[in-house]
């Protein structure tokens, strides 16, 4: 079962422009996390946000979480080449304090091109 | 790739045959987890084990096998009873156990399966 849906499965952007990604999920979450994947290789973890909190920066990216709508958003601000890979939102399956593995989305697939 | 190695990269087995993909870690981390990705799709959970000589069933566990015999290690088995076993298969790894939601998930480089 899947609980983060990402939105859009694709995209492609220039060199320097802004990629947003978005989550939707479904149950509620005690924490949602980021993560990158460069083709054929592994994830690597980004950024995690608590359910308490609305917004999270570092460094280029920007993660916002709406838990009344159950959604979250990840901002890449002035994009490069190198940013190309798949995103994947990841939450844990329950509210309360589940002891289950975390459950990943899909994925977007960014393409920036220079 | 955060102190997580698979063997081998690239594996090809004939149809009937089982198969052993090989994850260590040398993180120290208590859980770990066996992922398998079509392309183009999310990952799927296949095992996960929290401590050592026990594991539980993910969302696809037919056709597959682990044991936890070391804290370390953490194999996965593809039995000739999965029908589709061509896949790319990532494991991973969290300090803490399964659940702690604010554990990152260090994972492996993959290994890529293709049955003949």
């Known amino acids: 079962s899947q609980q983060g849906e990402e939105d859009p499965q694709a995209l492609s952007i220039q060199e320097g422009e802004n990629a947003t990604m978005n989550c939707s999920y479904k149950?509620?979450?005690?924490?949602l996390q980021w993560y990158r994947q460069n083709s054929g290789r592994g994830l690597v973890h980004l950024i995690l946000i608590r359910s308490n909190e609305r917004e999270k920066h570092s460094g280029r990216l920007r993660v916002t979480l709406d838990t009344s709508k159950k959604s979250s958003s990840l901002l890449i601000t002035a994009s490069r080449a190198a940013d190309t890979a798949s995103y994947f939102c990841a939450t844990d399956a329950f509210g309360g304090s589940g002891n289950t593995p975390l459950v990943f989305g899909k994925g977007t697939r960014l393409s920036v091109i220079a | 790739d955060g102190g997580i190695t698979q063997s081998p990269k690239y594996l090809f087995r004939k149809e009937g045959q089982n198969v052993t993909l090989s994850c260590e870690q040398n993180?120290?981390?208590?859980?770990m987890y066996w992922y398998r990705q079509d392309p183009g799709q999310g990952l799927r959970l296949i095992y996960y084990s929290q401590i050592v000589n026990d594991f539980q069933k993910g969302d696809i566990a037919e056709g597959y096998s682990v044991s936890r015999e070391k804290k370390e290690s953490f194999p996965l088995t593809v039995t000739s009873a999965q029908k589709n076993p061509t896949a790319f298969y990532l494991c991973?790894?969290?300090?803490?156990?399964?659940?702690?939601?604010?554990?990152?998930?260090?994972f492996g480089p993959g290994t890529r399966l293709t049955v003949l």
């Open positions: 991973a790894s969290t300090r803490g156990l399964a659940g702690t939601s604010t554990d990152t998930q260090y």
């Open positions: 993180l120290n981390h208590d859980a």
């Open positions: 149950t509620s979450i005690n924490n």
